[in-house]
């Protein structure tokens, strides 16, 4: 059983301080993170200077005590982190910057109150421990008071990217964000309320100046800035040699028994000068204030995630060649008895953790959790790579025996060997069974299935695959030592596992499994929204709480139009009362935000569209009218021009209307939409288009210009290729084929297969080849209609290049529509309709089903998919299991493609 990490609830203290409280009385609210506290008399501010006291997870009892009773003597308003967990969570390394620390929140009145309370909290919490809190200035040096300008309640809006947030008002009356940055950075019209200078812009940090640490040490660069500290690349003035420096920050990071950031780094640095030969040399440990540094030796090279990524990305469709993963696995044995014969456990053997040389050979770096078996530690662990006894050991406790490296080695060499997600989504254990799959499997059971899929034709999987299953053994005891890895690495390849049926045998998913995997998918959706509440549909994943709760992406129109279409192909338990809860839900709330946006994923275009499409399933006349007013409410000229945020995605959702309904209001709104994208359009003197957002639009997309589906030249072409179709608008259709050649010329053709840089700036530090957003899923998406349009065989190969590419990448990817294996298998399937019945494209769309299966989890006795990350299951379109079921509906089914609009062309 786990070490509670509540000992002393947080919640029953501040009950106990409002027992003696004097005053008018109290409101005390609780969310998921924050327990607000709140005088009945408080005024309810926009903005202003308030002030943020930080703790440790040992101190924070204290500090709650001390403040607390200074602010409810006061009567001030606060909140505070409810519970331990969430103050380890504000203290630790993977907090946001500008988050981190912050454990009390004060709200006064005016300035004056907060003047004269701030010496008195920092009186208060004198002398106890507590991070910096990077975004505010400190009262003083040292304090755990810290101020800074910005929102009480603020003013809530919807941005033009779609997303809910509280803005300060400027005095003109201008709303701006409220620049979390890790830096004192307030507003430029606000004044100090103590001496001290006017901070930093939030816009853009300064240059920064050379720093020099430690007398000696260059800073070239910054690789990494957590909240733990940065890690930067520098010279070693003494000798000229490049090295890595780490930085810890104080009360960061920290557990009762390891202390903060600083002793884990003392800790790492006595780690690597144990494991000397296999890890970075030391080169020096030194303070600097409050903060530790580590310099190490830079290692050329790239971490193993990379390289895996790399060499899979320039892989035939066989995936990494048998004798490099044999020749990874040999190292990686030897890298992990390296360890062990030092008495050591590493306890964190991941991809990110291990450096490929530039000539091959491997080596360790982050040391920091490698510890003698049976020492006391915090459990830590990278999701994916945990033996299961370390998952279900105490929080805190001796730390797990070398088996537990061994496990981490199987899931990694399982990296290796299949390119994807270590991380499998979590089973809820039921009594229900399936043939090969059973709810609360064991994580052999789940590999078994996984390697019978991959190693269909990746002969690197199948060669693999005994070690891996015999390394990940759920009991430490069953587990293969080193010996018997290496051992069976020097023996022939065996066998293939056998797959489960004539399906599997050629990587595709078999219909009996398709059909449960759809079915199963559908009845958690039912399930799942049979008890969502209130003003949120859907509300499982930290983008739904802050997206509009009815557009696609995220919202209930996207989870509405695929139970639409199931409930017309499917027999389901209470789908069709479902379908007309949703319906009624988005019915009575399709204006109910501060402003309509346009976008057909991120606005209300795809509100529309999807509640006119329920009201005709509904046969419901006036929803029907309904959502045709609301449409016809929308802006179609818009700054931004894309699918997803702007005027195409209007357009979109417009010209479907047109022909569902033959209003002219909606042919009109088809033609602003046209006419729009003709201005708007930049034309290069190659002759190359795009549609850039201005720089000076307020949104996070300001001056960007993409070649993809969802931002850029692919998806606003696809609209003017259907519009010119239902039209005959000639202007549209040229525009649509220059996009066409734009696109030509701007692909990268490698080996068969072809993607396209995620902006035409080039490539970025994302990688984005595979998918509908950015990638060749969603280029392709337009070209094989542009194909179809015209018959230019250019098209038809550079889709099927396209298609290639989305192949390859089926096993590196996540599950969703967006960045994932639903988007990347819609466009197998627009291609697979577009051509002669013997191609290849709607197997492969059934080996992308196989993937999703592969990687399912149970819940209460179904198959369903997790998100792109694999470890949460939301509900939503974009990223969660709607758009996996979507996909599945299509496949095993047929139908259009999910919200485009491909009409015929018009007599």
């Given amino acids: 059983m786990r070490a509670s990490l509540d000992p002393l609830p947080l919640r029953e203290l501040l009950a106990l301080l409002l027992a003696g ?55 001030c308003a606060f909140k505070f982190a409810g519970s ?186 006595e780690m690597l000068s144990r494991l000397a030969g296999v890890a970075p040399a030391v080169v020096a440990l030194f303070e600097q204030g409050d903060r530790l540094f580590l310099a190490v030796e830079e290692l050329t090279g790239q971490p193993l995630r990379g390289w895996v990524r790399a060499r899979w990305q320039a892989a035939p469709d066989t995936g990494l060649p048998t004798d490099e993963a044999v020749a990874i696995g040999r190292q990686l044995a030897n890298l992990v008895e390296t360890v062990h014969q030092q008495g050591l456990v590493f306890r964190d053997l991941t991809p990110g953790n291990v450096m490929v040389a530039d000539g091959g050979e491997l080596r360790l770096i982050d040391a920091e959790l490698a ?171 930290p983008q739904v709480a802050r997206a509009d709760p009815g557009n696609v992406q995220y919202g209930a129109a996207g989870v509405l139009g695929v139970l639409v279409r199931a409930n017309e192909l499917l027999d389901a338990a209470d789908l069709a009362t479902t379908v007309t809860r949703v319906a009624r839900w988005l019915d009575a709330r399709r204006t109910a935000v501060p402003k309509l946006l346009p976008g057909l994923y991120f606005g209300r275009s795809g509100t529309a569209w999807a509640l006119h499409t329920a009201a005709r ?28 945020h702007g005027t195409a995605g209007a357009g979109m959702a417009s010209l479907q209307l047109w022909t569902q309904t033959k209003e002219p209001a909606f042919r009109a709104r088809v033609d602003t939409a046209v006419d729009h994208l003709l201005e708007r359009v930049e034309v290069s003197t190659d002759g190359d288009v795009c549609w850039r957002v201005p720089a000076d639009f307020d949104s996070r997309l300001a001056g960007a210009a993409s070649y993809g589906f969802a931002h850029g030249v692919a998806g606003i072409a696809t609209f003017l290729l259907a519009a010119a179709r239902a039209t005959g608008r000639a202007d549209a259709r040229t525009l649509a084929v220059q996009a066409g050649q734009t696109l030509v010329r701007a692909a990268v053709r490698r080996a068969g297969a072809a993607y396209w840089p995620n902006e035409l700036t080039g490539p970025t530090d994302a990688d984005l080849r595979y998918h509908w957003c950015h990638g060749a899923s969603g280029v392709g998406t337009f070209l094989v209609r542009l194909w179809r349009e015209t018959g230019e065989e250019t098209y038809r190969e550079l889709a099927h290049e396209a298609a290639v590419m989305v192949r390859r990448g ?98």
């Fill in 21 to 75: 409280a004097s005053g008018d009385g109290w409101q005390v609210r609780e969310d998921d993170h924050w327990c607000h506290v709140t005088p009945r008399s408080h005024p309810a501010r926009v903005q202003g200077w308030k002030l943020h006291i930080s703790a440790t997870w040992l101190s924070a009892p204290t500090v709650l005590h001390r403040a607390a009773q200074v602010l409810l003597g006061r009567s």
């Fill in 84 to 269: 331990m967990r969430r103050v380890i969570e504000l203290t630790s390394k993977n907090a946001e910057r500008s988050q981190a620390g912050k454990f009390i929140t004060v709200y006064p009145r005016d300035d004056e109150e907060l003047r004269a309370l701030a010496p008195i909290l920092d009186q208060a919490t004198a002398g106890l421990p507590g991070p910096a809190v990077l975004s505010d200035r400190p009262v003083r040096p040292g304090s755990l008071v810290h101020y800074r300008y910005g929102t009480f309640h603020g003013v809530p809006v919807l941005t033009n990217d779609g997303w809910f947030e509280s803005r300060l008002e400027a005095p003109d009356g201008a709303l701006v964000a409220d620049a979390r940055r890790p830096w004192f950075s307030p507003p430029p019209w606000t004044t100090l309320p103590f001496e001290g200078s006017p901070g930093r812009s939030a816009d853009r940090p300064a240059k920064p100046r050379p720093v020099l640490l430690d007398g000696r040490f260059r800073v070239a660069k910054a690789l990494t800035q957590t909240a733990r500290g940065g890690v930067y690349r520098a010279v070693d003035q003494q000798t000229g040699a490049r090295v890595v420096v780490k930085q810890a920050r104080a009360h960061i990071s920290g557990l009762s028994h390891v202390g903060d950031a600083r002793d884990a780094l003392r800790h790492e640095a």
């Fill in 371 to 541: 510890t003698p078996p049976g020492t006391w530690v915090a459990q830590a662990h990278t999701p994916g790579f945990a033996a299961p006894e370390v998952l279900a050991g105490p929080a805190v406790g001796p730390a797990p025996g070398p088996a537990a490296d061994h496990f981490a080695l199987g899931v990694l060499l399982c990296h290796i060997v299949t390119g994807g997600p270590a991380a499998l989504p979590p089973d809820t254990p039921t009594s229900v069974t399936d043939g090969d799959t059973a709810a609360g499997r064991s994580i052999t059971d789940r590999l078994t299935l996984l390697l019978r899929y991959a190693a269909v034709d990746n002969p690197a999987a199948a060669r693999l695959a005994p070690a891996i299953l015999g390394l990940t053994a759920a009991d430490p005891a069953q587990r293969w030592d080193l010996d018997r890895l290496r051992g069976h690495l020097s023996e022939p390849a065996p066998a293939a596992p056998a797959p489960a049926d004539g399906a599997a045998a050629a990587g595709r998913l078999c219909p009996d499994r398709q059909a449960q995997l759809l079915t199963d998918g559908v009845a958690h959706l039912v399930t799942a929204l049979a008890a969502a509440p209130g003003e949120r549909l859907i509300r499982n994943s």
């Fill in 617 to 644: 399933h509904l046969t419901d006349e006036a929803m029907a009218e309904r959502a045709l007013e609301l449409a016809a409410a929308i802006p179609v000229e818009w700054p931004n021009c894309d699918i997803t």
């Fill in 810 to 907: 089926r096993w590196l990817v996540g599950t969703s529509y967006c960045h994932g294996l639903a988007g990347d298998g819609e466009f197998l399937l627009d291609l697979a309709a577009a051509s002669d019945p013997g191609a290849p494209y709607h197997g492969w769309a059934a080996e992308s089903a196989a993937c999703l299966y592969a990687r399912h989890a149970r819940r209460d006795g179904r198959m369903v998919v997790s998100d792109e990350l694999t470890t949460r299951l939301p509900l939503d379109f974009g990223t969660g299991l709607a758009g996996v079921v979507g996909f599945l509906l299509r496949l095993r089914h047929g139908g259009p493609r999910w919200w485009l609009c491909d009409v015929p062309e018009q007599p």
